[in-house]
């Protein structure tokens, strides 16, 4: 079964340009997050959807960042412009939902890393 | 607001002895307790999970052990190797509307010495 896949691995791009990744969920996942993560912290929630309904989007900036799941599978999440501090690793995250037994478990993509000069 | 706090920040082990990392968290509606291990260029992945019902789950070397009245769970790694050198980072998750969504520490550099 192939992973989550996440596009491009790496970006480098100057301050105030746009940029975007890509993500392809595991197949039949319903559940898709984009995480960031900041040189040594963990991963932090910027948005998750439900099949193509973003449910939680409250840590998204959206002054400068977008993000949609057309027809409920891939994702891309936009930053425009960029700024020095979005210098990350975006990660993309997929489950299915389980009604019946508690949490699912978020397989993670291997991550974008964007460098922003 | 740092609800997951993670420690030690980076930890040295020779190879076969125990590594532990702790993690405390303050909000009480987390019922959820991953944790995760993440390589250099990779994601992170799901390593062993817990729910608060009960107070030790032990897969293979991997061990979770909770408290909830501390509002603590730690990892255990037994017989520590080489090949267990990674970055691991405990979560906590909510349920209700915010199924779903984790809370992950800062992580903890593991190096097992051979």
């Known amino acids: 079964e192939a992973g989550v896949v996440q596009s491009p691995r790496y970006k480098i791009i100057e301050k105030k340009q746009p940029v975007a990744f890509w993500c392809n969920p595991i197949?039949?996942?319903?559940?898709l997050y984009w995480y960031r993560q900041n040189l040594g912290q963990g991963p932090e929630l910027l948005i998750r959807?439900?099949?193509?309904?973003?449910?939680?989007d409250s840590q998204l900036p959206k002054d400068r960042f977008s993000a949609e799941r057309l027809k409920g599978v891939d994702s891309t999440l936009k930053i425009q412009p960029a700024e020095l501090g979005d210098s990350a690793v975006y990660l993309c995250?997929?489950?299915?939902?389980?009604?019946?037994?508690?949490?699912?478990?978020?397989?993670f993509g291997p991550g974008t890393r964007l460098t922003v000069l | 607001q740092q609800q997951v706090k993670q420690s030690p920040q980076s930890l040295i082990v020779q190879k076969g002895g125990i590594s532990i990392i702790n993690c405390a968290y303050e909000?009480?509606?987390?019922?959820?307790f991953p944790w995760y291990q993440q390589f250099p260029g990779k994601g992170p992945a799901l390593l062993i999970a817990?729910?608060?019902?009960?107070s030790e789950k032990k897969e293979g070397r991997f061990t979770i052990s909770f408290n909830k009245s501390a509002k603590q769970f730690s990892l255990h790694i037994m017989d520590s190797q080489p090949g267990d050198s990674a970055t691991y980072f405990c979560?906590?998750?909510?349920?209700?509307?915010?199924?779903?969504?984790?809370?992950f520490g800062q992580g903890t550099i593991l190096t097992v010495h051979p």
């Open positions: 979560a906590a998750g909510e349920g209700g509307t915010s199924y779903g969504k984790l809370t």
């Open positions: 197949s039949g996942h319903n559940t």
């Open positions: 817990i729910r608060p019902d009960v």
């Open positions: 995250a997929s489950s299915t939902r389980r009604r019946t037994s508690g949490a699912d478990t978020q397989y």
């Open positions: 959807y439900e099949n193509e309904e973003a449910v939680d």
């Open positions: 909000n009480t509606a987390f019922d959820y």
